[in-house]
Every structure is written in structure tokens, then in C-alpha cells.
């Protein structure tokens, strides 16, 4: 009688250990639920240890599962396994009333994996690390739409004055994300565990999903990108060099990408931990990659970025001064009048940091390309050129240096008096004038003379040209071949 009990008990216990494991998804399918049959496909061993990996079920499959809270701490391991598989399901976004149930039922399973992340309730398994990294990948990594100008062949629009591309399944996009930031993040994360996920080919895929056209992932990337740079080590040099290969193809093939402005925000940071005496992989970056990037017409986009990581150089080291500013000068723009203004603040930032001896270097290139810029007709180019004189440290710089720099720039000056079109630029001229003659009197004098016995010279010429050509004309004329074409 006390076998018979005992078998009873046993028989009983295990009817309800299937009955548990069922809620989950993990017991035998029910013969009475046509639905179940496709889950048996989805078993995953509840053991944490296990190698077996999961196979997501089928699309009619998806069904809203416990939270964690309602389950047993032994039990969270295999349901976070399972809401991996429903969160590994990819649905038509651009339809927003197909599969409605379905997408809810994802984002609010996304949204629980976030908080079980984030609340650090449980250290999670290796497989369930390394299923989680598999499933974010599913979400995330994908082909990106053509960018609107390359469906009409039109030129890239600035970005200010387009509203973007919007991508539609960004609702869930975003917390897919977001989990990514958190695992990232979390204190619970062990780097030497999770360096096996988020390994090189994860971070290239990542740096793919910059040139996204919706602004929103941009941002998210940036962020992301930037913790796993902070928090894994060993990637930082491979980080480097793919975000390198990025800019050249860039700068030397598409001139096309969404994502340089997030990529330099990036290194602005990277730049701004280098240490002191800096390597010359880094000075090798600077030369071949951040100047290079003035090149490309649509500058505009990310300036305010790379003229942040070029004034990081150069405050760090400031013998790099001269190299950046013949850098400048080598891109500067010849007919685009807003890429030169600017050149021309970035120039003056640069100029700010300068020392004396570099600056002596490439005083006199850099006075004569100033000197073009004072000369244009462009108002907004030639004020930006004479705003230089408003800085306290380029105007000392320029005293000291006044018996090489005024003599470049003077004729220059003279001739904005004389023919320029805007009176803001006239009384702007005269005040640098004025400056100068303050600064040495005596040296304008000179400058002034030998400005006047050039333009002598010009004027002789001038007339002795316009006398050869009457003589041409007279003898033409004695000739008798008047009906000579003359130009």
C-alpha cells in the first residue's frame, strides 16, 4: 500500500512539472491546441549550460509570455531565453495595420528584456548573452534604403533643410537599442565574456548602420559605439582603423554618408584621452584622414565636428599647428564662398593656438590666401578675413611678424578702399589699416611708397601698351588694310 502512494505521488509530481514547463513553451505541445504543434520546433533545454541553440517559431507561435516577476528565479534563465525568440520575429513596418497583435506583442517583450537588463535583477547566462547579441543582430542589422538623392540621381540636400528619412519600424528599432546600451553598460557585463559577442565583425556591422538617413539611429550608434570604445580595450585599435577606412572611402570614392558627423563626435572624444607625447598613429590620422575631410563639397554637414577634433590636435600638440594649417590651405575652396568663410573661422581657432615659431612657418602662404580672401567679392568672405584683427592673440602674432605680413597684405587692403563695393568692408579695411600704422608707422610709410611706385609701373605699362597698339593700328591703316579684323 505505501508503493502504491509513493508511485501515485511520483506520477502526480510529474504531471505538474510538465504542466509549468508548458507556460513557458518549453513542455511536450497539447494535442488539443492546434497552435502548439510548431512550438516543439522552439525547445530549448532549460539548462544554462546548454550549446543548444535556439529556432525561432513560427509567426502564428507569438504569444504574450509571463514577466519575470511572476516566475521562480530558477526559471527567469529559460523565460528570457524564450522572449529572445519572439523579440528574433520580423515584421512589414510600412503596412501599420498588418500584424498588429504580433508587433505589440514584441515591443512590450523588447521593453521587458530592457528592464530585466537594466534592473540587474540576475546575472544572465553565456548563452543567454550570447543569444541576446544574435537576436539584437537580427533586429538591427539589416540592408539600408538608398538614400533620397541616389533614387533621383540629385544632389544631396542639406540636411537642414530636409526633413530626413524617417525609418518606420523605429518604434521597435529603438528599444532593441536600447537593450544594446544597457547590456553594454551594465556592471554586470564581464567584457572578457561579452568580447566573444561583440566581437570585430559586430562592430564593422555596427559602423555600416551609421550611413542610416533617419537621424534618430544615428544618435543611438553614436552612443553605443562610444561605450563599447570606453568599456572594451582590446577593440579600441580596430575601432580606429574601420572608422579610418570609413573616411577614405569618403573623402576618395562616394562623397556620400550620413553618419561622418556622428563618427567625429566619436573621435572628438577618442582625441580629446590621447596622451602626451601623442603616437604617430595618431599624428598619421590627422594628416591622412581628418584634413583630407575639408575636401569633400558637402563639408558644410560635419565642420562643426571636424573642426573640434583638428583644434583637439592641435591643443594637445602645438608643433601640429603649421601641419594643419598648410593642410587648410592646401583644400581651401576656390569658388565656393561658404566653404571658405568656413575655412576661415576654423582657421582663426587654429590660429588661437598657434605659437610664435609655427606660426613663422607658414606666416607667408597663409597671409598671401588671406590676402585673396580680403579681395573677394563675396561681402561675407572678405568680413570674415578682416574679423582675424579682432583677436587679440593672431593681431600679437601678426606684430611680431609685421615686416613680412604687412607687405602681402597691403595692396590688398589698399584696393578694398579704393574699389570694394560694400561700405562695411571699407570701414572694416580702414580700421586694419589704422592698426598697422599704429603697430609701425614707419613701415606703413614704406609699404605705402613702394605700393605706389608699383602701381606706377602698372600704369606705365599700361600706356606703353595702348601706344603699341595705336602704332599697330597706323600702320595697318597706311597699308591700306583696314579691313583687318583687330581685337
Known amino acids: 500500500m505505501f508503493k502504491k502512494i509513493i508511485k501515485g505521488g511520483q506520477r502526480k509530481s510529474s504531471k505538474s512539472n510538465s504542466t509549468d514547463a508548458s507556460l513557458y513553451g518549453y513542455g511536450p505541445p497539447s494535442s488539443n491546441n492546434p497552435g502548439s504543434g510548431p512550438n516543439s520546433n522552439a525547445v530549448v533545454a532549460p539548462a544554462q549550460n546548454s550549446d543548444v541553440l535556439m529556432v525561432p517559431p513560427p509567426m502564428t507561435t507569438v504569444e504574450p509570455l509571463p514577466s519575470f ?107 532593441v537599442y536600447e537593450l544594446l546600451l544597457r547590456y553594454v553598460v551594465s556592471s554586470e557585463t564581464d567584457t572578457k565574456v561579452a568580447k566573444r559577442y561583440i566581437d570585430h565583425s559586430f562592430v564593422l556591422k555596427l559602423l555600416d548602420l551609421f550611413d542610416s538617413e533617419d537621424h534618430r539611429e544615428r544618435e543611438f550608434l553614436k552612443t553605443i559605439l562610444h561605450r563599447i570604445y570606453g568599456k572594451f580595450m582590446v577593440h579600441r585599435p580596430f575601432i580606429r582603423k574601420a572608422i579610418n577606412n570609413i573616411f577614405y572611402r569618403f573623402i576618395y570614392e562616394t562623397e556620400r554618408h550620413s553618419g561622418i558627423g556622428e563618427l567625429l563626435e566619436i573621435l572628438g572624444s577618442i582625441i580629446n584621452g590621447f596622451a602626451l607625447p601623442m603616437k604617430e598613429e595618431h599624428k598619421l590620422f590627422l594628416v591622412r584622414a581628418l584634413i583630407p575631410l575639408h575636401k569633400p563639397k558637402l563639408v558644410a554637414m560635419y565642420h562643426q565636428q571636424l573642426s573640434y577634433c583638428i583644434i583637439q590636435f592641435v591643443e594637445k600638440d602645438y608643433k601640429l599647428s603649421d601641419t594643419v594649417i598648410r593642410g587648410l590651405l592646401k583644400y581651401w575652396p576656390l569658388t565656393n564662398c561658404q566653404k571658405e568663410v568656413l575655412f576661415l573661422g576654423e582657421l582663426e581657432e587654429v590660429l588661437e593656438a598657434t605659437q610664435p615659431a609655427e606660426f613663422q612657418r607658414c606666416m607667408v602662404p597663409l597671409f598671401r590666401q588671406i590676402a585673396r580672401c580680403l579681395n573677394s567679392s563675396h561681402f561675407q568672405v572678405a568680413e570674415r578675413a578682416l574679423f582675424l584683427w579682432n583677436n587679440e592673440h593672431i593681431v600679437s602674432l601678426i606684430a611680431q611678424n609685421r615686416q613680412v605680413i604687412l607687405p602681402i597684405i597691403f595692396e590688398a587692403l589698399g584696393k578694398n578702399i579704393q574699389n570694394h563695393w560694400n561700405q562695411a568692408i571699407h ?42 597698339w595705336r602704332k599697330l593700328a597706323d600702320a595697318a591703316a597706311e597699308r591700306g588694310e583696314d579691313h583687318m579684323v583687330t581685337v
Open 69 to 175: 516577476r511572476d516566475v521562480s528565479v530558477s526559471e527567469r534563465q529559460n523565460l528570457f531565453m524564450r522572449k529572445l525568440q519572439i523579440c528574433c520575429f520580423q515584421f512589414d513596418f510600412s503596412d501599420t495595420l498588418k500584424s498588429i497583435r504580433e508587433k505589440e506583442i514584441k515591443r512590450q517583450t523588447l521593453l521587458e528584456l530592457v528592464d530585466f537588463i537594466q534592473s540587474g535583477s540576475g546575472k544572465i547566462s553565456d548563452v543567454c548573452q550570447e543569444e541576446m547579441i544574435k537576436m539584437i543582430g537580427v533586429n538591427i542589422f539589416r540592408c539600408l534604403p538608398p538614400a533620397s538623392h541616389e533614387n533621383t540621381g540629385q544632389e544631396a540636400t542639406d540636411p537642414e533643410e530636409d526633413e530626413g528619412y524617417l525609418e518606420p519600424s523605429w518604434p521597435h528599432l529603438q528599444i
Open 427 to 468: 570701414g572694416l579695411t580702414v580700421n586694419v589699416q589704422k592698426m598697422f600704422m599704429e603697430m609701425d608707422a614707419e613701415l606703413f610709410d614704406e609699404c605705402g611708397r613702394q605700393f605706389e611706385e608699383k602701381a606706377a609701373r602698372v600704369q606705365e605699362v599700361e600706356e606703353q601698351r595702348e601706344i603699341t
